[in-house]
């Protein structure tokens, strides 16, 4: 795996070689095109005024109407302007072609009079459609000894767009300077080009109509000491170019532009090795940062840092830097970076316990992996539930950190992993005395240790596995169920018993139901509930049942226990709730009324992902809530207090009935029948069986039903057996009976059979 400064140092590089590549290639100038409305949109700026454009408008064409016009109106022009003082008269109009003779002799005296004050175009034009030779024009003859003579060369990028205009260009054999060059008085060498300043706002550039300036209608003061454009601005007179940022405008619009970006001075196109260097700066800040927050701050904070820098030394210093390139690069590193930092982050959770910081059971069983003959040692909090009913997740988490703290003094290698909720495990070294290193632990795991400014006595016992020829994974569920035994022995430690054939049975079984489930072989029987009052069966008890197609009739004492303890009590219980109200959408069709009571595991209480199931199985059943009973017992609120009774007000909320189930076996019955919301209780068969004979266990019964009713409970007695218990029981008031006298457990098919005979008990 590569380590942290060789990745940064792989990314610095191959991201400024990119950054290079695509500089070089066409597409590094595309995206530079690209960019050049936002960099030049950044800050607009006015025009300074010193040009004037004297616009060839739809007006004046409408004015003068006859199209090419007489040069007897260019002359009134050019002497008005010269009257008015202008510094500058320059055309973007071609004269290489003869007109009307008065009018080319009109003009030529106003050009005379002008005394060199006016400039005319010259440029290279086809000679012919189907010959790329050009020829130069050229005023004609009549006018040339009176002007100067400039070019008036565009030449449009790829994609139709004018970004670069020309400091001079080479006409009849003669260097020529641009019409911008020539107003803005800058020499420079022919075909030579500069970047157009296109954050300049072309609507700020002052504009005269032609007709007005020929009679005389404009104020002198708009024309005095300013450089004057002449050209057409009429849609209909054509000479229209794109540009990134005005998009089409008149091609004397462009050479205004032109004119005052040089009259600022002249810019230059700057080697893209500069922003690139800069890049490489910021390239090297991403990669060194580590958080994803981290690395979207420094990735905006150096592209905002290149991009001022960059426009900084375009508006100042008139250098038009490279910058897509180097900005792109900049961004791609960022993302480059926070997905790594997400991919990081990923495995770094998959490999971490989220409360502890410690490595998990993945990173145990990784590491593992690429060692061989060490001694597995798997510790237990057995008191973890207790601790964290009174300490709460948080504390109890430091709890287990500082017992991991105190086993780092044997581990080998430094490494502690937290590999279950209340389970540590470390790892020594197979020529470790396993006694003298562990015994000499139970004195320091002896001390309490300090959590939530309390300190909290912990009860741990140890398991150890000497077998590595059994591999990593069966190793230490070797140590783990030996840690479970010393528990339950009373002892520190306990070695592993490698042959033990009950686990083996045991997690062959809990195989077995993941396909059981699957294939729909679990089966759902009813106990029949009858109500006292009204003489018939009035409820039912959901029971699974499992018949194994090699093993036979498998009891729901073995494995819904192994299902609570390998943690698949949830997706059995779901099956069976499933189960139940198909059955009860069947059966209620004809006895609206009957409800299905469902035992409800402790450990699902407080789970949210269960009672996010339930709730997704009621929103898509064609049943009430109400046609549901949710049976718990007492010890369901043990562990967590707060999340049982918040989940089971919760049921109650949306109309499911709670029951408590084995009523007087528990500890704290009282206390629980206060604080749990409770719709009924079942009283336990060993207190109603015989009540009818022992007076002890009838004043229980009599007492709890009186109590029950008190608190408006529902009273449910189990393990009715024979008629004289039954009699009883109606005697004492008692709501339910449920019994084999009643009937056992029995398939959906013969339930709807028992509910539509309808048939009492006579008692």
Request: net charge negative; aromatic share 6%; hydrophobic share 50%.
């Amino acid at each position: 795996m590569l380590t942290r400064r060789r990745s940064n140092v792989l990314i610095a590089i191959a991201m400024f070689v990119v950054g290079v590549l695509i500089a070089l290639s066409p597409i590094g100038a595309a995206f530079d095109r690209a960019l050049g409305p936002a960099r030049f949109g950044v800050a607009h700026r006015t025009a300074s005024g010193q040009v004037v454009i004297v616009e060839m408008d739809a007006r004046s064409a409408a004015t003068i109407k006859r199209w090419p016009w007489s040069r007897t109106n260019y002359a009134d022009v050019v002497d008005h302007l010269r009257q008015a003082g202008a510094a500058s008269i320059v055309f973007d109009v071609d004269f290489s072609a003869n007109s009307d003779a008065p009018g080319d002799r009109a003009f030529a005296n106003a050009l005379r009079r002008a005394h060199g004050l006016v400039a005319m175009p010259t440029f290279g034009q086809s000679a012919d459609s189907s010959e790329h030779r050009t020829i130069d024009a050229l005023p004609i003859a009549l006018f040339r000894p009176f002007v100067a003579l400039a070019s008036v060369s565009i030449s449009p990028d790829a994609d139709g767009q004018v970004r670069l205009m020309p400091l001079g260009t080479i006409t009849a054999e003669t260097p020529r300077p641009s019409l911008s060059a020539y107003i803005a008085q800058r020499s420079g060498t022919a075909d030579a080009q500069f970047p157009v300043d296109m954050s300049i706002d072309p609507n700020t550039i002052p504009r005269l109509s032609f007709v007005d300036v020929q009679n005389g209608a404009v104020n002198p003061s708009s024309v005095r000491g300013r450089n004057i454009l002449i050209g057409a601005t009429a849609i209909e007179m054509g000479d229209r170019y794109g540009t990134p940022s005005w998009g089409v405008i008149p091609g004397v619009v462009v050479q205004a532009l032109a004119a005052e970006t040089l009259l600022r001075g002249v810019p230059t196109v700057g080697s893209m090795i500069v922003p690139l260097l800069l890049a490489a700066l910021g390239i090297a800040l991403i990669v060194s940062v580590r958080s994803g927050e981290h690395i979207f701050l420094t990735t905006a904070g150096a592209s905002l840092s290149l991009s001022t820098i960059v426009l900084g030394a375009q508006h100042w210093l008139l250098i038009y830097f490279p910058l897509a390139a180097s900005l792109g690069v900049i961004t791609l590193t960022g993302v480059v970076c926070a997905l790594r930092e997400m991919a990081d982050r990923f495995r770094t959770q998959r490999i971490v316990d989220e409360l502890t910081g410690l490595p998990n059971i993945r990173a145990f069983e990784l590491e593992r992996r690429e060692s061989s003959g060490e001694t597995i040692v798997v510790a237990l909090l057995e008191n973890y539930e207790s601790l964290l009913a009174v300490l709460g997740t948080r504390a109890s988490a430091d709890v287990v950190m500082r017992v991991a703290d105190r086993l780092l003094l044997v581990a080998q290698g430094g490494a502690i992993y937290r590999t279950g909720e209340r389970q540590l495990s470390f790892a020594l070294a197979a020529d470790s005395p396993v006694n003298e290193s562990l015994e000499g632990l139970r004195a320091i795991l002896l001390r309490p240790v300090e959590a939530a400014g309390r300190l909290v006595d912990i009860t741990v016992a140890l398991g150890v596995s000497i077998d590595p020829a059994a591999g990593c994974e069966r190793q230490h569920a070797d140590a783990a169920i030996a840690a479970e035994q010393a528990g339950r022995d009373g002892v520190f430690w306990q070695l592993s018993d490698t042959r033990n054939e009950d686990l083996e049975r045991s997690i062959s079984l809990m195989g077995e139901l993941d396909a059981a489930l699957e294939a729909g072989e679990i089966e759902v029987h009813y106990q029949p509930k009858y109500s006292l009052r009204a003489d018939r069966i009035a409820s039912v008890e959901a029971l699974v049942r499992w018949p194994h197609k090699t093993r036979g009739f498998v009891s729901p004492e073995v494995f819904v226990t192994l299902a609570e303890k390998t943690n698949r009590i949830a997706p059995l219980t779901l099956y069976v709730l499933q189960i139940v109200m198909k059955d009860l959408a069947v059966w209620r069709n004809d006895h609206r009324d009957v409800t299905a009571a469902v035992n409800i595991s402790a450990k699902l209480l407080s789970t949210a992902s269960f009672n996010a199931s339930v709730e997704d199985l009621l929103a898509v059943a064609k049943i009430p809530a109400t046609a549901l009973i949710f049976e718990v017992t007492e010890s369901a609120a043990m562990s967590d207090p707060a999340g049982a009774v918040a989940a089971l007000r919760h049921y109650r909320e949306i109309g499911i009935a709670v029951s408590m189930d084995d009523y007087g076996t528990g500890q704290s019955t009282l206390t629980y029948l206060r604080e749990l919301p409770l719709n009924e209780i079942k009283i336990d068969r060993s207190f109603v069986q015989h009540a009818h004979l022992n007076r002890a266990d009838a004043v229980l019964v009599q007492s709890t039903i009186q109590m029950a009713h008190d608190l408006n409970l529902k009273v449910v007695a189990e393990g009715i057996e024979d008629i004289a218990c039954l009699r009883f029981l109606r005697s004492c008031g008692c709501d339910f009976a449920q019994g084999y006298l009643i009937s056992k457990a029995v398939p959906a098919h013969m339930l709807i059979a028992m509910l539509d005979q309808k048939a009492k008990i006579a008692a």
